[in-house]
């Protein structure tokens, strides 16, 4: 999803969950003009919540959180314009938490919408009947939809 982002003139990369902390002290003095963008699965997604708190501290904003199956995840702070969650709850499927994701909420009531897409209950073209927890990172078609989300959001800053 990177390479692609690249393509289009988006500066993009991916660092390691465990550097999160050195992240959220580099970003608030160095993008200025940039959008900024957090994508993260798993417990990646949950840094990537902290993350943005941790910018919100800062007086940072994030553009647009995207989050896939997130294990344990905190509210979403208000510093973030944009969020949404793709994640997977199938009904009466009882397991443990890492197994499958979880809806975020937000700890503020006058920002932006969090958006929480179960593939498993709503209406969705995303829904695979072999997609996992282990493998949705890899399903092209949500590749696509993330790259077409990071695209809009960065689309002012080409036109």
């Given at each position: ?22 992240v959220a ?30 910018l919100d ?47 975020l909420q ?54």
């Open positions: 999803m990177a390479a692609e982002c690249r393509s289009a003139g988006i500066e993009a990369f991916v660092l390691p969950y465990w550097c999160w902390r050195d002290l580099d970003v608030p003095s160095g993008r200025r003009g940039h959008r900024l963008i957090l994508i993260g699965h798993s417990m990646g997604a949950d840094v990537a919540i902290g993350l943005a708190r941790d501290r800062s007086g940072a904003s994030v553009d647009l959180l995207i989050t896939l199956d997130p294990v344990y995840p905190p509210p979403v702070p208000p510093n973030v314009r944009q969020c949404w969650n793709v994640f997977q709850a199938r009904p009466g499927f009882l397991s443990y938490p890492f197994f499958k994701g979880q809806a937000s700890d503020f009531t006058s920002c932006p919408r969090v958006e929480n897409l179960n593939l498993w209950t709503s209406p969705n073209d995303l829904h695979d009947a072999n997609l996992s927890h282990w493998n949705m990172t890899r399903q092209r078609q949500l590749q696509r939809a993330i790259v077409q989300r990071v695209l809009t959001v960065c689309q002012d800053d080409h036109d």
